[in-house]
Every structure is written in C-alpha cells, then in structure tokens.
C-alpha cells in the first residue's frame, strides 16, 4: 500500500506577529512541506512582554497555545496555524548564566494535531545595566551589541523602546540624569530587535519540522516524537547505571504506539559514575 502524501503538504499556514517571526519559520516549513506561511497582524504582546509591563500569564507552553487560539480565530479553518514563544532564565548547573528557550508550534485544527519544536542556547547579546555616565553608557551598548541588536532604555516608568542610534539613547540618558536618575539598559528582546534569537527561532521551526515529518508507523499521524529520556546507561569500568542517557521513549499522541529506543552509546565514562567517581 501507498504511503498517503503528508497532511502538512502544500497547506497554507498562519502566524500571528507583528515581530517578523516569519522570517525565521517560513523557510524550515516551504522546504519540507511547501507551506505558503501568512502573517497576521495581530498583537501577541497581551500574553506577555520580556519587559514585564504585561506579565506572562502561566507558562511558556500556556502563552503559546494562547497564541495559537488567537491565530487560530482568525485564519481560515483549513490553515495550519504557527505560534512563537520564548523565555530566558538562568542555567539551573550555571546560574550566571541565561538561557535562551525557544518554542514553536504548528497546529492542524482539521485534525485536532500539534507539534512543538524546541531550541535551547545560551543567550548572548543580553542583560540589563544601570548606567551613571556616557562611558557606563558606552559599556552597556558594547555588551549588548548595540546597534546591531536593538535596546531599550528605562527611565522610571517609562521604557524607550527599539533603539539602535547610540546618540539618541545618549539623548535620553542625558534626560534622565538631568532630573537625578539612573537609567537603565536592556536588551530589546522582541524578535525582530534581536538576530541571534531569530536564530534560535529558526532552530526551533526546524526542530518542529522535523516532529512533523516523524509519523507514526501504526497510524500515520505526524509528530511520532520523543516524550522521554530514560538515565541508566551503564558505566565502562564497573558496569553499574549512571546518570546518563541510556534510551529515549518515543510515543504517538494519536494511536498512543509507543516504543523505547536504545541510544549508540554502549558505556558512560567512568567520569559520569557515582561508584567510580563519586
């Protein structure tokens, strides 16, 4: 038997942004499938701003699937609908260092299918500074790749956003030190402010590609994908299990055919061993 075509195949797509998000999602989804990927204008800023003056309501994964709905609303009924979202937050081995995690989301609502790609990094190019004088001023800007990557200022209650000229931040710093106030530095974490966030974006469309092109073997639904990863991979010297992978369990959200798939790796080094190394 023929295997049929894939349901994500030459279908139209939506994404609601008004942050160019398409620019890093449109290329992994025409590759794979042919989607022609549409762009809502619609302002996803009410779930939530990295700035905080909209708090995220719930979690990353609660602030996507609202996106979702709101995308979903407003396209056509037979479009796959696409959503972006991101979140930063320290390294729970590292905490001085800031993670950057991004998900994206195609969701069928003919079929009632969803998949989301996820991309981990370190965020580079991020941080906040307060700043007392032109040369703090000019420091923050350098740490902040300024003005390839865009910046806000915030002066009390008041955020200056999208700033990429360093005399115009210079401006209103200047302002705000003449009434007696520090301002603050930050980086502009909205996606069309930040290329290396774009790039993570665009891994994590690829990631969401990949899932979907993963079927089911029993039913054919999209998205046959890992759902966990399971420790015990055995230590080379004394051959007791360790913290490290040892299989990853691979499950269908359709059918629920699941499967436990062992990894390449035979042995963990003694390094990873709590007896040999403890």
Partial sequence: ????????????AAIATLHGKERA???????????????????????????????????????LRAKLRAAADA???DALVVASEGSFFPDPAFP?????????????????????GVAIASARNVG??????????????ACLDVPRHGAILVDGERYHKGLHDREAIAALARAAWAHGTQPRI???LRAHMHPTRMELIAAAAQDAVNRALACCPSCERPGYGIVERLPGLPCGDCGEPTERIASDVVRCDGCGAREER?????????????????
């Avoid at 779930?47 to 719930?58: K, L, M, N």
């Avoid at 991004?102 to 609502?109: N, T």
């Fill in 25 to 63: 999602i449109a290329g992994p989804l025409r590759d794979a499938f042919a989607i022609e990927l549409d762009v809502l204008p619609l302002d996803t800023d009410r779930f939530g701003t990295f700035t905080g003056e909209i708090p995220r309501a719930g979690s990353q994964h609660d602030a």
């Fill in 1 to 12: 038997m023929a295997t049929p075509p894939h349901p994500f195949l030459w279908r139209r």
């Fill in 96 to 116: 001085a260092v800031t993670l950057d995690r991004e998900l994206v989301a195609i969701y069928d609502p003919l079929r009632d299918i969803e998949i989301v």
């Fill in 128 to 141: 906040s500074f307060t700043v007392g004088d032109e040369r703090e001023l000019d420091d923050a800007l």
């Fill in 262 to 278: 062992r990894r390449n790796d035979a042995y963990a080094s003694p390094g990873d061993c709590s007896y040999c190394n403890p």
């Fill in 186 to 188: 930050e980086s502009d």
């Fill in 75 to 77: 396209a056509p009924r």
